[in-house]
């Protein structure tokens, strides 16, 4: 093996329980022998669907406490636009999570099916070997959760420091980026998962190419027999996960497709929101500079783009992958077709059993017409892409923005130092 089994399970449980708690977890994980790791699956959770039922109904109770504290509370830097902004934040945030909170317990079942395939994927490559090991992608995922809690942590200590609201000011400034940035984490963590199983299939078919290329140059028949006659059942069950992967794939479209929907908007108003601030107390003579200020509003706008960076560019590289599946397949029936093989296909209807080389033609035709009817692609439901596209986009958008709010900054400036001229005139 190429790690232990119950390594995957501690893993597995540790994610786990850490989205349960931030609520976007409302299966139960649960083993039947706790010395094979094949009996990990996952079921229904009551506890978990009420748990996300009472934090949605609290986050609504408490909104009414924050919300008008937010309204009542004043600083330094504030403007007319930041306060307009922040109300509108704040609000949509509340509204965000709640929503969300109450579309994972209306989906739960597609959240427990996909929880299962991608074990029962892993149980698919242990049983054929696949040579990749699963410890990489493990401390990827580990190490990218590692900096997240140190930028919420910084989050949290900053917010403090600069604006001193305690635990309430927490709810309504920092809650709702903690669960983007969570949510994300999570979609990026199913995303390397697949990712991880799309290398597997690709490894798999380039050692078949390469099988292949060395019996058509090889002079010892008997190698060549037992090669031709391994193929067609490794092309069969290479075909049976690709098109497992594939059904997978589809379903974590499908669940994270209306949660990226509202994240995404999120996402650029709060960047939008947090630059123009940075900028204000940067560049505005009449904004007194506080320093607690400037580094929070650093970490926000990290904290912020971090998580939709990484999974923009992940959802891009496993479409480069899936791309990568349908290139090796081709080579291979490229391969296949020679002038024998044709004319075993034209006449193998004559025959009670096709050879080998026939069968292993077959195969990759089947294979290459899957690949041409299933057409995988991530979105939010079915508005725009998920992929570096994306991110450029919302990166451009942030720009564009900000440049209108300073105008509109300069613009008002202008006619109150005209009025105060006219004034004194």
Not at 46 to 67: C, E, H, K, P, Q
Not at 304 to 325: N, S
Not at 388 to 393: G, I, K, P, T
Request: neutral net charge.
């Amino acid at each position: 093996m190429a790690y232990p089994p119950r390594w995957i399970y501690r893993a597995v449980l540790w994610f786990h329980i850490i989205f349960k708690i931030m609520g976007l977890s409302p299966v139960s994980l649960r083993d039947k022998d706790p010395k094979t790791s094949s009996a990990i699956f996952f079921g229904r959770s009551n506890f978990g669907i009420f748990y996300n039922a009472l934090l949605s109904i609290s986050l609504v109770a408490s909104s009414f406490v924050t919300l008008p504290r937010l309204h009542d509370e004043a600083y330094g830097s504030e403007s007319t636009v930041t306060y307009t902004i922040e109300m509108v934040q704040s609000t949509y945030g509340t509204l965000m999570i709640s929503t969300i909170l109450l579309c994972y317990i209306y989906k739960w079942s597609s959240l427990r099916s996909i929880c299962n395939s991608l074990m029962h994927l892993e149980e698919q490559f242990r049983f054929s070997r696949e040579p990749i090991s699963i410890y990489r992608t493990f401390w990827i995922l580990l190490m990218v959760y590692v900096g997240q809690t140190i930028m919420c942590v910084g989050v949290v200590v900053t917010e403090e420091l600069a604006f001193h609201d305690g635990p309430l000011g927490w709810v309504v400034s920092v809650l709702p980026t903690a669960f983007v940035a969570n949510i994300l984490f999570q979609y990026f963590s199913v995303i390397s998962l697949m990712t991880m199983n799309f290398i597997r299939v690709n490894e798999a078919l380039q050692s078949l190419h390469r099988s292949t290329s060395i019996d058509s140059k090889s002079l010892n028949r008997r190698r060549r027999a037992s090669v031709n006659c391994s193929m067609p059942q490794s092309l069969r069950h290479l075909r049976n996960i690709y098109d497992n992967l594939c059904e997978a794939s589809e379903e974590i479209s499908q669940f994270y497709s209306f949660p990226t929907l509202l994240v995404v908007p999120f996402v650029f108003c709060s960047l939008v929101f947090n630059l123009y601030y940075l900028l204000l107390l940067l560049f505005d003579d009449d904004t007194y500079f506080e320093l607690f200020s400037f580094i929070n509003g650093v970490f926000f706008i990290v904290y912020l783009t971090y998580p939709l960076g990484i999974l923009t560019g992940k959802i891009t590289d496993i479409l480069d992958k899936i791309e990568r599946t349908g290139i090796i397949v081709y080579s291979l029936l490229n391969n296949a077709i020679d002038e024998e093989t044709l004319a075993e296909v034209k006449s193998h209807r004559h025959r009670q059993l096709p050879s080998k080389r026939v069968l292993r033609f077959f195969q990759l035709r089947q294979f290459a017409l899957q690949l041409l009817h299933r057409q995988i692609k991530f979105t939010t439901s079915d508005y725009f892409n998920l992929d570096n596209a994306l991110f450029q986009s919302v990166v451009s958008s942030v720009i564009t923005y900000l440049v209108i709010l300073i105008q509109f900054q300069v613009a008002n400036k202008s006619s109150i130092a005209c009025q105060c001229n006219c004034t004194m005139d």
